[in-house]
């Protein structure tokens, strides 16, 4: 099939296969910022002047209640472009188990329709080559408490982020540092001193985060010479956190 859209993607070290040199994986190139409600009312108004943007908004927020208060009662949802099915994760062991929080998890999975399967096969991959960026990356972080690398974080526990040039600097700038930001934007940052700094593994410990999604962020000066970077680098891990999901 003749493909019509393009994903141009960077290639980056893989530090999950830290015993291979040239192994990579493919980082999506972002266009666009992430559309939100309020991106998608504005796109809709724009298509068909007649619907006002407050009554699409209005809309897709009532939308998203009803989703998400199916699924809180074990229902699942579909709609043009995910399923969206609920799932209780972990082991049970025993005559007459009971639920844990420690051993089971609630879930939910998300998987294409087949009409979004069939749209992609549309879509055809441009790399631009290895992404350097200064070699300034975050390539993974992991749970020191469950030891998940999924981007799932347990609030005042700690995590490792490995990368390259993350470490904090200067580490006395409140602007610097290590920050989860919400959906709403708001960063939150460390509530302890980092317990290891280096340029290539940070070791930290995670706030009092409320549920749900965060962006990882990293502000930092740090640079390979002995010279402080003029303006501050901004590192994004492209894998969401999560806490409590």
């Known amino acids: 099939m003749a493909k019509t859209f393009f994903w141009k993607v960077w290639l980056r070290a893989n530090l999950l296969t830290k015993e291979v040199d040239n192994d990579y994986i493919a980082e999506i190139s972002t266009v666009g910022n992430t559309l939100r409600n309020e991106d998608i009312a504005r796109k809709v108004v724009k298509e068909r002047s007649e619907f006002r943007y407050e009554t699409i908004l209005a ?44 051993a089971h998890k609630i879930t939910v999975d998300a998987t294409p329709t087949a009409e979004f ?42 995590i490792i982020i490995e990368g390259s040039k993350i470490r904090i600097a200067p580490v006395e700038d409140a602007e610097m540092g290590v920050f989860f930001v919400d959906a709403a934007g708001t960063a939150t940052p460390l509530d302890y001193p980092m317990t290891e700094n280096n340029p290539k593994r940070i070791v930290c410990r995670v706030p009092a985060l409320a549920n749900g999604e965060y962006t990882l962020k990293i502000v930092t000066c740090f640079t390979a010479s002995n010279h402080l970077l003029k303006q501050a680098r901004t590192i994004e891990y492209e894998l969401p956190l999560k806490v409590g999901m």
């Open 59 to 102: 809309i897709l927020n009532e939308r998203d209640t009803i989703v998400l208060d199916a699924v809180q009662n074990g229902s699942s949802v579909q709609d043009g472009n995910i399923h969206i099915a609920p799932r209780v994760t972990g082991n049970w062991v025993g005559a007459d188990p009971i639920f844990d929080p420690k």
């Open 117 to 158: 399967r069939k749209a992609l096969e549309e879509v055809g991959v441009e790399v631009l080559g290895k992404k350097t960026d200064g070699g300034a990356i975050i390539g993974l972080v992991t749970d020191v408490l469950t030891g998940k690398i999924d981007g799932s974080v347990s609030p005042n526990g700690d």
